[in-house]
């Protein structure tokens, strides 16, 4: 059974940082390209960061750009988003996926797996 597991969520202050780590298990995800996404209440799910299956090209969300950073160690099948300099706006929670292939969708509707989700609130 694939799984994809989220790690890190919390209550931090505004400034502050956190660090999420998704776990994959069931299958190796090195050849393929991973998203980070968030889903505020009542607002639609949105792509906050991706990362291709070398780990040599990334994406940002503007919103993000310049306090996140996604990474990944295939070793170990994880991937990170190191996020800070937090804002209350970043409260939300964050979703990990896997695309179908090398490549970062940007659209939620473009990937395959999904972990389930990890909040983080960000509190001024």
């Known amino acids: 059974q694939v799984q994809l597991v989220e790690s890190g969520g919390g209550l931090v202050q505004a400034g502050g940082s956190l660090r999420l780590s998704c776990a994959a298990s069931?299958?190796?995800?090195?050849?393929?390209?991973m998203g980070w996404f968030r889903q505020a209440p009542g607002k639609e799910r949105e792509f906050v960061a991706g990362?291709?299956?070398?780990?040599?090209?990334?994406y940002y969300a503007d919103s993000v750009k310049g306090r996140f950073i996604i990474s990944r160690d295939n070793a170990k099948n994880t991937v990170y988003l190191q996020m800070n300099s937090l804002k209350p706006e970043d409260t939300a929670v964050y979703y990990c996926?896997?695309?179908?292939?090398?490549?970062?969708?940007?659209?939620?509707?473009?990937?395959?797996?999904w972990g389930q989700g990890t909040q983080v609130t960000v509190s001024s």
């Open positions: 996926a896997a695309a179908p292939l090398s490549y970062v969708p940007l659209t939620p509707d473009r990937y395959d797996y």
């Open positions: 990362i291709s299956w070398t780990g040599g090209v990334t």
């Open positions: 069931g299958r190796t995800f090195s050849s393929n390209g």
